[in-house]
């Protein structure tokens, strides 16, 4: 069983950042591809990056690919997701998620964390 927690989430200007974090506890962490969705008020929640267990390997939602970059620091057990230039169409409730393989599916993840709210003003 593996607990995630997000943290980094706040209120940020149109053009800022942000970085996100979510620690992994128990289990081993290098065993799980992790991966990054959001959820706006009204609308399902949407894939936005996932990252291969040694993060070799990334993969981007075309709304965010170069804005976003995600990665992790296995020694930390925590993945991380740097939002450039956000916009108020990021503004979201965003979660991490720990699977066997990397994915852009909700269902090829196992453990969820319990998101942390990103808010852009404009």
């Known amino acids: 069983q593996v607990q995630l927690v997000e943290s980094g989430g706040g209120l940020v200007q149109a053009g800022g950042s942000l970085r996100l974090s979510c620690v992994a506890s128990?289990?081993?962490?290098?065993?799980?591809?992790m991966g990054w969705f959001r959820q706006a008020p009204g609308k399902m929640r949407e894939f936005v990056a996932t990252?291969?267990?040694?993060?070799?390997?990334?993969s981007y939602a075309a709304s965010v690919k170069g804005r976003y970059t995600v990665s992790r620091d296995n020694a930390k057990n925590t993945v991380y997701l740097q939002m450039n230039s956000l916009n108020p169409e990021d503004a979201a409730v965003y979660y991490c998620?720990?699977?066997?393989?990397?994915?852009?599916?909700?269902?090829?993840?196992?453990?969820w964390g319990q998101g942390t709210q990103v808010t852009v003003s404009s």
């Open positions: 998620a720990a699977g066997a393989l990397v994915s852009m599916r909700e269902r090829g993840y196992d453990y």
């Open positions: 128990e289990g081993t962490f290098s065993d799980y591809a």
């Open positions: 990252i291969s267990r040694g993060g070799i390997t990334t």
